[in-house]
């Protein structure tokens, strides 16, 4: 076979190749209400807060923190996961959000609101949202448990829209809970093994007629108040002490992630070409060598054994 031959084929060959990409990773939190390592990511507001810089210390990868999964679990959350690491889904990587700790960024809502939750995905997937509340009784001062959780979630939702960047999951709040509580959400994908965990603290006001995440009581005097859009609820997330404060919006960066499925599938394609362009240079330098020696003409170097002039 003709260099120029093999050149072709493997052209051919390269373009016949599976252009196969790698599994998913990283792929979403809850911003509203603001998640523990939504909170902790870097750019946000809440990454240099006490409980941030303790969570890294004690193990948080809050760089990967729209990644808190574990795979294979199949509904079998309570089993899979142990008490006291509710947050870290039992993952080693997120230990440090498993403290028990009374000053996590916390946000505002009120008892029996309904109001729109954003889940905010960086690589979308279906799946079934479940949210569920600590009971009157939680302190946050010790590890979390699933006794501490409701049995039942008050909100479920299977496949919501995305719109700016979250998933949307309209729902109403108990109207039973009063001060510090955590919201625990838990995302079962269904075009994936993976199931995702997340920790969201939140601090319950009594019920004013209002609905929404830190929303301002209706005037009275004034027209009555239309929904609130489901693509920008108001936010309103209690820092700790002396840390700066909230402003609308979580300014979470999207995260870079690796992929934690542990081997994936192999990136064929560019390996594949890296070799189509190392095939190709060679067969260049040989048509160049062809083209300034055709085949008869007396070759100018000598034989450096024979001292005799070569003829191609």
Do not use: K
């Not at 990511?41 to 760089?63: F, L």
């Not at 199931?195 to 004013?208: G, I, K, L, M, Q």
């Amino acid at each position: 076979m003709t260099v120029r031959r093999a050149a072709v084929a493997v052209l051919v060959a390269v373009a016949t190749v599976p252009v196969t990409a790698a599994p998913a990773a990283g792929h979403g939190a809850p911003t509203d209400p603001l998640s523990r390592a939504a909170a902790c990511a870097p750019g946000s507001r809440y990454a240099a807060t006490a409980p941030c810089r303790a969570a890294v210390e004690a193990g948080a990868a809050v760089r990967e923190w729209d990644n808190v999964r574990v795979a294979a679990v199949n509904g079998r959350d309570r089993e899979r996961i142990a008490d006291g690491e509710l947050c870290s889904g039992g993952l080693s990587a997120y230990r440090g959000l498993d403290l028990a700790r009374a000053d996590w960024p916390a946000t505002e809502l009120t008892a029996g609101a309904t109001v729109t939750f954003r889940y905010r995905t960086t690589i979308p997937h279906r799946g079934t949202f479940r949210l569920y509340l600590t009971r009157p009784d939680y302190a946050p001062t010790t590890p979390l448990t699933w006794d501490d959780l409701e049995r039942v979630p008050f909100l479920r939702v299977t496949d919501p829209p995305v719109r700016d960047g979250a998933y949307q999951l309209r729902g109403r709040l108990p109207a039973d809970r009063t001060g510090r509580q955590l919201i625990y959400t838990i995302w079962q994908n269904s075009d994936t093994p993976d199931t995702y965990y997340s920790c969201s603290d939140v601090e319950f006001r009594p019920p004013a007629g209002t609905a929404g995440f830190g929303g301002a009581a209706p005037d009275p005097g004034g027209a009555a108040p239309g929904p609130a859009s489901p693509a920008a609820p108001r936010t309103a997330v209690a820092a700790p002490a002396g840390a700066e404060p909230a402003a609308t919006g979580t300014g979470v960066a999207v995260a870079s992630v690796r992929d934690g499925h542990g081997g994936g599938r192999p990136l064929l394609a560019g390996a594949a070409v890296a070799l189509a362009v190392l095939l190709l240079s060679m067969a260049g330098t040989r048509w160049r060598r062809a083209d300034r020696a055709p085949v008869g003409r007396p070759c100018a170097v000598r034989s450096h054994r024979a001292d005799r002039p070569r003829t191609w």
